[in-house]
């Protein structure tokens, strides 16, 4: 007995010893899928050189959002950059501001998103900071470097650093939210004191001057001021003499005040940096139907620089370098040339669809001979699929304006174009009669090919049947149903144009117009021209020759 | 039965042992050659050599070759080309002027490949001396020489695309061997340049035997271009002037007559009497350009300003154009880039036929290289008398004829800028020569790049675009990515930091 429990003792030593050499080393295993660290815990690493903005984050709660699953993109002062705001604003140290204050600070630095150097363009960023206002990137050249620049406040010092969460942007400088409303910019700037005047005498600086949160549509307005200078220029040496020019009412509060709407007129919906102006054609405007157009000629931007019925207007340049000025409820721009909304009756445009600057550059084509147009090959024209056709011919039957017309095919089939849209030239406001000129033509006795007509979306109401000629009449008659013989001769009812309906434009601007094949289809749909005729003018004359030549 | 049973072991191991194969236990390539048993003869110096040339067709990185690299970094940041709908991201972005480290393009390991080749062939070749007694001395210099030409232009690429790069002379031929190298200064590199091209000159051959090998392997006057070309760069006037005479004087090339076999002769068949250099792809070895430039999802056309300011049209006369233009370098009905692509002016090529050579140096690039050299030095009317002989051949429009005045360096030169457009449209040439021009007496002439990046990047990028160019760092690209992570002596361009 006494022997078996020594045994037993033994035993269980060898065993405690045993275990304690082999006994588990941990197994290291990993748990995490990547060491990348996220935002906060990325700054926290660096305290020389985050300690003052990673403070910020402890005291306003927001360390540990940043420091969660997400996507952000944070732009981050050094502590120097910190430093230099706190001199600034005069404080010695962040904890002399309040958290609110510093909340909202640090909101302006993040977006909820994450964006790398590469979408920063010319002018705000493409998504908000959590603070509600967009930042303004660009680029600037200090002492042969370039950095990009944030708000004109910071550059940014490096870039495109990623964490775990979002990408950090390193700054030096604080960003600092805009504080005053568009009407307060203004009124700020000596030089827009006319201006200003203007715009407190039609009442519009009260409206320019609050947050306006209830219309989302009106929380962002863009200005385009004119300098006392500009006005000057034009005439105007103070307010008294731009009300005695404009103000046709003598109040300029009311709406259809000339003055109220010059003022009006230079009004945007929308955070339109530049960079925003110049990617779309045109903008609409407070003044009703009232459209400025926009371009970028070399570096220049231009307002209102347009080409009517084949005279150019030259337009008004916005000055870069006093322009993207953000606020708190918009963006303010200073224009160096007086404009206002041009007064224009409406006119006949007499449109040769087969004449754009696409075939004009190839000169051994254009009046000279057939070019196909590759799907997406022309700027003003767009077409579902394929190809369409510039035909250009010296064929007795088909005396179309020039010789030549566009051959689009059209159908409901899946091999044709189900639609064709064109971008019109400018038109005026007014009431037109719209005609569709065509040479008819059926690819096969049988064919038939309707097509509906609309005009930016909405629809006219009578087709167009490229497979159907005029019908037999004198002029008059053919008038009452909405047909004319458009061709010199004036008697080839094969050249026939078809009112499609009457349209009321409203912008003077570039519109939409649609063919949309509703029934049949087929290739031979001769296009030659649309006429926009204002319903009280002559709608039958003048006809139009081969040789280019209008005939009264 | 216990003796039987170790007899029958014995004579198991006897049998295994006379009839195992004893070749498991080597350790040599059986599909390959070594080097203890390479270079041991003259054929195998050529091979080599002739396999540094075979790299610039087909060695890929990214999978991009070399060629394609090439364009991309002569073309995309220039004016010459428009994007289309398939265009990569990655070349979008520089055209927007928007270079990340990350951007594959960026990636220079595909010249580093080529560059090693040169480097092997010039560390090794010399042992063959002792193993073939029918290797001379003479025809060994001549090998060493024509790759040295070639790695000075490998580099000579690398300096103007990225300025500061590592400068490996030796080969990498072990694994002890990759050590990381810290970047050489531009200044460095193109001494370095000079240097092996001085010392390839008088041991290059002018001759090689044929045609085809003369234009695909660099002879003395392709040394003489390159000179001409990096002396240029270094804004060393006479030297290029003297480079581009020895070329001129020898009286072995010309410009091709301006007829209707042109295009055919200089682009479709290659090797043409214009030709010095080219990289000379076959049906074997097709080149890149099929699927970037043809009509099914291609990647690039030609910038609209081609046709409309560099080439230009006559709208009253059709029948005058300049040869260069519509039908050659691209179609100017739908902007395809058409040197690549074209059989004829309307024909194309098929696929299975894509492999117009890459025209490194010509002879109208030489005359153009001395003009500029001419131009510098003041005389001017001698470079317009240049100009005039290549714009003659070409039928140049005289719509583009700017006439400067012979005593006004800075016209003569945009206008020599201009041309040269106009004659290597394409050639992957455009974006080195606006650099080399805008860079000139310290950066005298930014403004040429500047106007430049205005008009083609998109609007609303426009003004960031300019301001970054300002930044001349900006002017050449950053250290890819990767490089960067494996090699801790290298560091980035500070301006994408």
């Not at chain 1, 630095?109 to 967009?134: A, E, N, R, W």
């Not at chain 2, 049973?5 to 599909?31: G, K, V």
């Not at chain 2, 860079?439 to 040429?448: A, E, I, M, T």
Request: aromatic share 10%; with cysteine.
């Amino acid at each position: 007995m006494k022997q078996s429990i020594r045994t037993l003792l033994w035993a269980s030593l060898w065993a405690v010893a045993l275990v304690y050499v082999v006994s588990c080393t941990k197994i290291d295993l990993v748990e995490t899928t990547t060491t990348d660290v996220n935002t906060y815990s990325y700054l926290k690493k660096m305290p020389e050189k985050f300690s003052e903005f990673t403070n910020i984050l402890d005291r306003t709660g927001y360390a540990s959002f940043l420091d969660a699953y997400g996507a952000y993109t944070t732009f981050i002062p050094t502590n120097d950059g910190v430093k230099k705001y706190l001199q600034a604003v005069g404080k010695n140290s962040t904890t002399q501001l309040s958290v609110d204050e510093l909340k909202d600070l640090v909101k302006l630095h993040i977006i909820q998103d994450t964006l790398t150097t590469k979408s920063f363009k010319d002018g705000k960023l493409p998504l908000v900071t959590m603070y509600g206002q967009y930042l303004l990137a660009g680029v600037t050249n200090a002492n042969g470097t370039s950095s990009y620049t944030l708000n004109r406040q910071a550059s940014v010092t490096e870039t495109n650093i990623v964490t775990g969460n979002g990408i950090v942007h390193v700054i030096d400088n604080v960003l600092q939210p805009a504080k005053l409303t568009v009407a307060k910019l203004i009124e700020q700037n000596a030089e827009l004191s006319i201006f200003t005047e203007a715009l407190k005498q039609t009442g519009l600086f009260d409206s320019l001057n609050v947050i306006n949160v209830k219309d989302p549509s009106r929380r962002w307005l863009t200005v385009v001021a004119e300098t006392n200078k500009t006005l000057a220029k034009a005439g105007f040496n103070n307010f008294n003499d731009l009300k005695k020019r404009y103000s046709n009412t003598g109040n300029p509060l009311n709406k259809e005040d000339s003055l109220n709407l010059y003022v009006r007129y230079h009004i945007l919906p929308g955070a339109k940096y530049l960079a925003d102006v110049i990617t779309a054609t045109s903008h609409t405007t407070l003044a009703p139907l009232e459209v400025v157009t926009s371009k970028l000629e070399e570096q220049a931007v231009l307002l209102n620089d347009d080409e009517f019925n084949g005279v150019r207007e030259p337009g008004v340049v916005i000055d870069r370098a006093t322009s993207d000025n953000s606020a708190t409820n918009g963006v303010l721009h200073v224009s160096q040339g007086h404009f206002v909304i041009k007064v224009r009756k409406p006119v006949p445009i007499y449109w040769d669809v087969a004449d754009f600057p696409e075939i004009r550059k190839l000169p051994a084509y254009f009046r000279k001979k057939n070019y196909d147009f590759a799907y997406a090959s022309v700027k003003d024209i767009t077409w579902e699929k394929n190809s369409i056709t510039y035909v250009w011919g010296t064929s007795a039957s088909f005396p179309t304006y020039w010789g030549d017309y566009l051959m689009v095919p059209l159908g409901t089939q899946a091999a044709r174009n189900l639609w064709i849209e064109f971008k019109t030239p400018m038109l005026v406001k007014g009431r037109y009669k719209v005609w569709v000129c065509y040479r008819y033509q059926r690819q096969s006795s049988g064919s038939t090919n309707v097509c509906q007509v609309s005009l930016d979306g909405e629809p006219l109401t009578r087709p167009v049947i490229f497979t159907d000629q005029a019908p037999a009449g004198t002029a008059g008659e053919l008038e009452a149903l909405g047909w004319k013989l458009f061709s010199d001769t004036g008697t080839d009812r094969n050249m026939a144009g078809r009112m499609v309906g009457t349209v009321n434009i409203t912008t003077t601007d570039r519109h939409t117009i649609r063919l949309q094949s509703i029934s049949g289809g087929q290739n031979n749909n001769n296009l030659d021209m649309i006429h926009f005729i204002p319903i009280e003018m002559n709608q039958i004359s003048p006809r139009f020759g081969r040789d280019g030549s209008l005939i009264k | 039965m216990r003796r039987n049973f170790i007899l029958y072991i014995l004579l198991l191991t006897m049998l295994l042992s006379a009839t195992s194969c004893d070749r498991w236990l080597e350790l040599q390539p059986q599909d390959g050659i070594i080097k203890q048993e390479f270079w041991k003869t003259k054929e195998q110096v050529q091979s080599a050599v002739i396999g540094c040339y075979a790299s610039l067709l087909g060695n890929t990185t990214s999978g991009r070759t070399l060629v394609e690299q090439l364009f991309l970094w002569g073309e995309l940041r220039a004016d010459m080309l428009s994007p289309t709908l398939s265009t990569l991201a990655e070349e979008q972005d520089i055209i927007n002027v928007n270079i990340l480290p990350s951007n594959t393009i960026a990636n220079w390991r595909v010249v580093y490949k080529t560059i090693n080749y040169c480097n092997t062939v010039i560390d090794f070749a010399p042992e063959v001396l002792n193993n073939d007694k029918t290797f001379s001395e003479k025809a060994l210099n001549g090998y060493v020489a024509e790759v040295k030409a070639l790695r000075a232009l490998m580099y000579f690429y690398l300096v103007r695309t990225f300025g500061e790069v590592p400068l490996k002379l030796t080969p990498t031929s072990s694994d002890e061997e990759i050590t990381p190298l810290a970047k050489s200064t531009k200044t460095e590199i193109l001494s370095q340049i000079v240097k092996d091209l001085s010392e390839a000159e008088p041991n290059t051959l002018l001759t090689y035997g044929s045609n085809a090998a003369d234009k695909g392997r660099i002879t003395r006057y392709g040394v003489n271009a390159i000179q001409a070309d990096v002396y240029l760069w270094m804004e060393k006037y006479a030297e290029s002037l003297a480079a581009c005479d020895k070329i001129i004087k020898a009286n072995r090339f010309g410009l091709l007559e301006g007829n209707n076999v042109w295009f055919n002769q200089l682009f479709v068949v290659g090797n043409s009497n214009e030709s010095i250099f080219e990289f000379q792809f076959d049906r074997q070895k097709l080149n890149p350009f099929y699927t970037m430039f043809s009509t099914v999802r291609r990647r690039f056309i030609a910038h609209p300003m081609v046709m409309e300011e560099v080439y230009t049209q006559d709208f009253n006369d059709d029948t005058k154009k300049d040869i260069r233009g519509d039908g050659a370098s691209l179609q100017s009905t739908d902007g395809t880039i058409w040197k690549y692509l074209g059989l004829s002016a309307t024909v194309a090529r098929p696929v299975e036929e894509s492999y117009a050579h890459w025209i490194a140096y010509r002879y109208a690039d030489v005359l153009l290289m001395k003009a500029e050299a001419l131009a510098m030095l003041n005389r001017g009317q001698e470079a317009l008398s240049i100009v005039k002989l290549v714009r003659d051949r070409a039928k140049a429009l005289d719509g583009t004829n700017l006439s400067p005045d012979p005593t006004d360096t800075d016209s003569v030169m945009e206008f020599i800028l201009k041309e040269r457009a106009r004659e290597f449209a394409f050639e992957g040439k455009r974006w080195y020569d606006v650099l080399r021009h805008a860079k000139r007496n310290n950066y005298k002439r930014l403004d040429l790049l500047l106007n430049m990046v205005a008009n083609t990047v998109p609007a609303d990028r426009q003004q960031s675009a300019i301001a970054k160019s300002k930044d001349f760092n900006s002017h050449y690209l950053p250290i890819f990515e990767y490089e960067i992570q494996t090699n801790r002596k290298l560091i980035q361009n500070p301006f994408y930091k």
